[in-house]
């Protein structure tokens, strides 16, 4: 595992500690904190797929980016 593994997971894990603490500290009814959860957890989810699906894109383009320059000096074509 390298580095930035270590440091998005060490994130990641104080991101959920710090929920969790939250939860148990807050005044809300429990009904309402489940609502405010589940649009917390889905808000997320949304970003996370937002970098998910931009960090695709950016080694799609690194891929192609490679491949043309691979194909100028071999002058190989696809």
């Known amino acids: ?7 998005l997971l060490g994130i990641i ?5 710090g929920a969790v603490i939250g939860m148990l500290m807050t005044p809300e009814k429990g009904s ?3 609502k ?13 797929a937002d970098m998910i699906a931009t960090g695709k894109g950016k ?15 071999t002058g190989a074509t696809n």
């Open 1 to 7: 595992m390298n580095n930035n593994s270590k440091i």
């Open 13 to 17: 894990g104080a991101a959920a500690a």
């Open 32 to 34: 309402d904190l489940r």
């Open 36 to 48: 405010i959860v589940k649009k917390s957890a889905n808000d997320w989810l949304s970003a996370f």
């Open 59 to 73: 080694v799609k383009d690194m891929k192609d980016d490679l491949e043309s320059t691979a194909n100028r000096y």
